[in-house]
């Protein structure tokens, strides 16, 4: 909760949300939410990890047909685990999204009250002034 007596608290800040667009965990990191950010930044990088590997393999085994031409052998070209871990990476990207911006929304409310609950107080103290 925020302390209704810090004066200099600022709006919270929409850079988090940018940056959690950038790379997933990025976001969370930023907010200070250490384990969304472990979880979603591990994630993310172990399945880029992955695709990356994938995607060595593919390169390798279509070379090496490209180069054994006159073999009948069809290459091995992983392009469903490709597809898949993809289509990992985008759904994280997504819910890392909108953790941050669940977050990010907690936290205006709570700014506002904060504000609202200040401005109130200040009202009364000048009302039995």
């Known amino acids: 909760m925020i302390a209704i007596s810090d004066k200099n608290m600022k ?19 930023c907010q200070k939410r250490w384990v969304s ?8 990088l172990v399945c ?3 695709m990356t590997s994938t995607i060595f393999i593919i ?8 180069t054994n031409m006159n073999e009948n052998e069809e290459p091995v070209l992983p392009m469903r685990r490709l597809v ?14 909108l953790d941050t911006v669940v977050a990010y929304l907690r936290a205006s409310k709570e700014w506002t009250r904060a504000r609202m609950d200040e401005s109130m107080s200040a009202s009364k103290t000048e009302d039995m002034e």
């Open 48 to 50: 880029l990890i992955l």
């Open 84 to 97: 898949v871990l993809a289509g990992v990476v985008l759904i994280v990207i997504i819910l890392g999204l």
């Open 59 to 66: 390169v390798i085994n279509g070379v090496e047909f490209l």
């Open 11 to 29: 709006r919270p800040s929409k850079a988090p949300i940018w940056l959690s667009l950038a790379f997933p965990g990025a976001g969370q990191a």
């Open 37 to 44: 950010a472990a979880i979603f930044g591990g994630l993310t």
